[in-house]
Antibody
Framework: EVQLVESGGGLVQPGGSLRLSCAASGFTFSSFWMTWVRQAPGKELEWVANIKQDGGEKYYVDSVKGRFTISRDNAENSLYLQMDSLRAEDTAIYYC????????WGQGTLVTVSS | DIQMTQSPSSLSASVGDRVTITCRASQGIRNDLGWYQQKPGKAPKRLIYSASSLQSGVPSRFSGSGSGTEFTLTISSLQPEDFATYYCLQHNTYPCTFGQGTKLDIK
């Protein structure tokens, strides 16, 4: 059974950094694109970024380009999202999902950016 | 960016009703579209992929259709557990984009 467990969320001040992790199990992680999606409180879903199997292609939504970096460690079956220069509007639940088409989702981790 | 416009934004219906939700893309996306269901406090769950293929384990009362710019999600006979928010997602062109959601509640 596919399992995705996000961690690393928390409260951070504007301008600060956080690194989110997503631990994957139950499937061959190295064979799949992986995706991050976020959802601000009470708002709709927003696609954030995704990464190819070997990390050789990465795509981002414009609002996070230059501030967020997606990466992966296939040996550790883990996906990451390094978030720098955080803003209040980055406050959201962050979900990782399998594939470029977001087939299976984790339960999410909450990031709050506030002073 | 491709804009995905969902309609209606909210919908009240009764158990047993047939319901249709529409997503329109601002440009053609072939059939590169999925439909997701989200219940309060839970992660989204994919129902449909490639516009019309039913995700394994999803009840057959859910169906999807469309190609190009217009897509529909149909629930043939609403069940109590179907009251939720539904989203479409296009993955034809980066950045991928979601519709704004359709909240389905009990009449």
């Amino acid at each position: 059974e596919v399992q995705l467990v996000e961690s690393g969320g928390g409260l951070v001040q504007p301008g600060g950094s956080l690194r989110l992790s997503c631990a994957a199990s139950g499937f061959t992680f190295s064979s799949f694109w992986m995706t991050w999606v976020r959802q601000a409180p009470g708002k709709e879903l927003e696609w954030v970024a995704n990464i190819k199997q070997d990390g050789g292609e990465k795509y981002y939504v414009d609002s996070v380009k230059g501030r967020f970096t997606i990466s992966r460690d296939n040996a550790e079956n883990s996906l990451y999202l390094q978030m720098d220069s955080l803003r209040a509007e980055d406050t959201a639940i962050y979900y990782c999902a399998t594939g470029a088409t977001a087939a299976k989702w984790g339960q999410g981790t909450l990031v709050t950016v506030s002073s | 960016d491709i804009q995905m416009t969902q309609s209606p934004s909210s919908l009240s219906a009764s158990v047993g009703d047939r319901v249709t939700i529409t997503c329109r893309a601002s440009q053609g996306i072939r059939n590169d579209l999925g439909w997701y269901q989200q219940k309060p406090g839970k992660a989204p769950k994919r129902l449909i992929y490639s516009a019309s293929s039913l995700q394994s384990g999803v009840p057959s009362r859910f169906s999807g259709s469309g190609s190009g710019t217009e897509f529909t999600l149909t629930i043939s006979s609403l069940q109590p557990e179907d009251f939720a928010t539904y989203y479409c997602l296009q993955h034809n062109t980066y950045p991928c984009t979601f519709g704004q959601g359709t909240k389905l509640d009990i009449k």
